[in-house]
C-alpha cells in the first residue's frame, strides 16, 4: 500500500490514508487500496474501525481534480462509480466506522465521512461540496447521504452554494456527532471505538444492519427487519453470557439487600 496505512490496536482498527503531500485526495489508486484495505480487515479480531487522514491539516480535501480534468463522460461516470463502490462498501461494512476528520473534508472527503457510521471531528475541520464551483456535481453520494443526514433543505444550500462550514456549523446541523481538539481527536475516536467493542459484537452488527436498512423503507417494514435480527441475536454465545450475567449480579443484588427489621 503506498497511500493508506493499517494499525490494530485490541479489538479496533485504524485506517489512515495516507497521502499528505495532495492533502490526502482521493485518486483512483487511493480508492483501489481503501477497498483492498477494507476486504482484508479480519472480522474475528476486529468489532470497529476508524477512518482517518494522515497530517494535521485534511482528513481529505476532495477528489483528485487533476485526475478528473480530462476524464470524458463515461470516464466520469465510470469514476464516480468507482468512489461509489467503495463508499458503499465502508457503509455497509459489518461494523461499525468512525471518521475522525481532521481538518479538511472537502467533496469526496465530505462524502467518504458521510459512509461512516459516526463523524467527530477536530476544532480546525472545514466541511463542504464545492463541485458545483468546478462545474460537476458531487459523484460520491453527496447528493444523497447529506440530504438524509440534516435535511434536504439544508444539503441543497450547501451544494448550491459550494459553500464550506467549520467545525461548530457542522455539529450545529448534525454533520457531525461532536468537537475536539486536534489532538484529542484520535485518542477520543479511539476510546469510542473500543466502548462499541466491549459490547456484543452480533448485537452491535444487528443493530447496525437494522438501522442501515430500516431507513430505506416504511416503518412497518422496517418493524420486520427489526424483528428479525433481534430474534437473531437469540441462542447465540453473546446472548446468553449477557442475559446470564444481569441475571447473575441481580440475584447477588437482592442477596445483598437486608430485610428491614421492626424492633
Known amino acids: 500500500m503506498d497511500f493508506i496505512t493499517y494499525e490494530q490496536d485490541g479489538f479496533v482498527g485504524i485506517v489512515t490514508i495516507n497521502r499528505p503531500q495532495a492533502l490526502n485526495a482521493l485518486n483512483s489508486q487511493v480508492l483501489e487500496e481503501l477497498s483492498s484495505t477494507f476486504d482484508a480487515i479480519d472480522l474475528e479480531t476486529t468489532r470497529a474501525v476508524v ?24 470516464e466520469g461516470e465510470a469514476f464516480g462509480k468507482k468512489g461509489n463502490d467503495v463508499f458503499r462498501k465502508i457503509e455497509t461494512f459489518p461494523i461499525p466506522v ?20 459516526i463523524r467527530i471531528c477536530s476544532e480546525n475541520a472545514v466541511f463542504g461540496q464545492p463541485e458545483v464551483g468546478l462545474g460537476i456535481t458531487p459523484g460520491f453520494g453527496g447528493t444523497q447521504r447529506l440530504s438524509r443526514l440534516v435535511s434536504p433543505g439544508m444539503a441543497k444550500q450547501l451544494i448550491y452554494t459550494a459553500r464550506n462550514i467549520k467545525a461548530d456549523e457542522a455539529f450545529r446541523i448534525g454533520l457531525v456527532n461532536a468537537v475536539y481538539p486536534l489532538e484529542e481527536l484520535l485518542p477520543a475516536a479511539k476510546k469510542m471505538a473500543a466502548g462499541i467493542a466491549a459490547n456484543a459484537p452480533i448485537a452491535v452488527r444487528n443493530c447496525k444492519k437494522a438501522i442501515n436498512e430500516g431507513l430505506q423503507v416504511d416503518i412497518d417494514q422496517a418493524i420486520v427487519i427489526e424483528e428479525k435480527l433481534f430474534g437473531d441475536c437469540f441462542e447465540t454465545e453473546d446472548q446468553k453470557a449477557g442475559m446470564g450475567n444481569f441475571l447473575e449480579k441481580d440475584k447477588e443484588k437482592k442477596l445483598k439487600v437486608v430485610p428491614f427489621q421492626n424492633k
Open 51 to 74: 477512518l482517518t487522514g494522515a497530517g494535521e491539516k485534511s482528513f481529505v480535501a476532495g477528489a483528485d481534480i487533476g485526475e478528473m480534468s480530462t476524464l470524458t463522460k463515461a
Open 98 to 117: 468512525i471518521a475522525a476528520v481532521n481538518g479538511f473534508a472537502l467533496g469526496g472527503g465530505c462524502e467518504i465521512s458521510m459512509s461512516c457510521d
